[in-house]
């Protein structure tokens, strides 16, 4: 009872109805399958590279669950809509991997997977960053860190496609821009942009330093 107290002294939760929930885990459900297939059609050959760049990695997937996550009514809302989110995608991206492209990556579904089971428990958290308080400008870093350090280690990003390292600049872009969009739409305060990005430099450069990324993932398409 003290812990719930304190949560929601960071922030307090929004009423909705059962229809409301079901309708917003729906929606949550039919962007992972829309996600999930324009991610799988994107690797095919004909398509321009850049969106397969972006795809195959963690930020872009890291800054859609966060907005879901942020703008549920509820922890427990954000974790649910953000697991079957994922599970849609998922589902979606490999179903047509092995059924269409007769191809089983039991890595990447591992990984994958993974990251799909933790899910819920990061939507829970990730939920109180549009909160006030020291905690909630914490929990907003933590997205904006990946795609910091994921952007940066960027240049040494492994592209099939020897033609196409010109894009890498442009990717390293579009990390910065998804990373600058969190920054200004979660906090409920301008001023909390003070706290938030250095302590997101801060933790980028820690990551970046020690190879976090690199020591966790490498080998994986979804990171470097």
């Known amino acids: 009872m003290g812990i719930h107290n304190e949560l929601s002294q960071i922030r307090v939760e929004n009423q909705s109805t059962t229809k409301q929930k079901v309708f917003s885990i729906v929606c949550a ?3 992972g399958l829309i996600l999930g297939l324009a991610a799988k059609l994107v690797d095919a050959q004909g398509i321009h590279p850049i969106f397969d760049g972006i795809c195959g990695r963690l930020g872009i997937w890291i800054f859609v669950a966060t907005l879901i996550s942020v703008f549920s009514c509820s922890p427990k809302l954000a974790a649910v809509k953000v697991f079957f989110f994922f599970v849609s995608l998922l589902t979606v991206y490999y179903l047509y991997t092995v059924f269409f492209l007769q191809f089983f990556p039991r890595r990447e579904i591992v ?3 993974m990251c799909a089971v933790v899910s819920p428990m990061c939507a829970y958290v990730m939920w109180y960053a549009r909160g006030n308080g020291r905690v909630s400008s914490l929990v ?3 997205p904006i860190t990946a795609l910091l350090s994921e952007g940066y280690q960027l240049r ?5 496609e020897h033609t196409h390292y010109y894009l890498i600049p442009i990717l390293m ?5 998804m990373a600058i969009v969190l920054l200004f739409i979660i906090p409920t305060s301008r001023l909390k942009f003070l706290i938030i990005l250095p302590i997101s ?10 190879n976090v990324l690199g020591q ?3 080998g994986l398409n979804g990171v470097l």
Do not use: E, K
């Open 111 to 113: 990984f994958w997977g």
């Open 201 to 210: 430099i801060l933790l980028s450069f820690i990551i970046i330093y020690f």
């Open 173 to 177: 872009v579009i990390y910065l821009i």
């Open 29 to 31: 459900i039919t962007i």
């Open 140 to 142: 907003v870093s933590l």
């Open 216 to 218: 966790l993932f490498g």
């Open 156 to 160: 040494d990003a492994y592209l099939p």
